[in-house]
């Protein structure tokens, strides 16, 4: 089983969709949790961090299940400039530790 | 200030050949991570450079070796490419916790 397992995807929703990104982790002790995107050829960067109390930057709104081992990412009234690949990534260390990243779901948001 | 900054762009080598990858981290950053992409899934956690050394490993054999200097830039080294070697190779630097990522560099192995 992967550390991290991602919905497979891509997702192809209309601008103004609301749409859910699904992510479970094996590993029970991981103590950090993010949503990274990664756009077509470039660089992940970080999208925002996920805690336990949920929180929401905006349009995006992160929950993690620590109980289910499960991590969330919804986007509400999607937009064009969306379309990415979001990545789930786990940290089993503390704040230095390795990230280790699932594969991946894309998104195309069409007008 | 210059992000995370990775050469060369891109490479193509041939199979048995030996690659070296560089990257010149955040400014004020002292820890340097790398990660292979292979096409179509995410980042796998190749080592971690902290004060010259390597701190931590991923599942990756010995062909891959790293260096770190003394101004935290840092090397990455494959030998005996294989086919398989194709991908993009990132670095990612940090201080503290969020990791800031460079554009990589993709390797092509033929």
């Known amino acids: 089983r992967k550390e991290v397992e991602q919905d497979p995807g891509p997702f192809n929703v209309p601008e103004g969709a609301t749409v859910a990104f699904n992510c479970t982790y094996s590993n029970s002790a991981s103590q950090s949790f993010f949503w990274y995107r990664q756009d077509c050829r470039k660089e992940p960067k970080l999208l925002m961090s996920v805690y336990s109390s949920g929180n929401e930057d905006g349009r995006f709104t992160a929950q993690l299940n620590r109980a289910s081992q499960y991590i969330s990412l919804l986007i509400r009234d999607s937009k064009l400039s969306d379309s990415a690949t979001y990545l789930c990534?786990?940290?089993?260390?503390?704040?230095?530790?390795?990230?280790?990243f699932g594969k991946g779901t894309k998104l195309s948001v069409k007008p | 200030d210059a992000g995370v900054t990775q050469s060369p762009t891109h490479l193509i080598k041939t199979r048995g050949q030996q690659v070296t990858l560089r990257c010149s981290p955040k400014s004020g950053h002292d820890t340097v991570s790398w990660y292979q992409q292979a096409l179509g899934q995410g980042p796998q956690f190749i080592f971690q450079?902290?004060?010259?050394?390597?701190?931590q490993r991923g599942n990756f054999p010995d062909r891959f070796s790293g260096h770190q200097f003394p101004n935290y830039s840092s090397e990455l080294n494959v030998n005996a490419l294989l086919l398989g070697d194709s991908a993009l190779y990132l670095c990612?630097?940090?201080?503290?916790?969020?990791?800031?990522f460079g554009p990589g560099t993709r390797l092509t192995v033929l």
């Open positions: 450079y902290y004060e010259e050394e390597e701190r």
């Open positions: 990612a630097s940090s201080l503290e916790i969020e990791q800031f």
């Open positions: 990534v786990v940290r089993n260390g503390g704040s230095q530790g390795n990230l280790i």
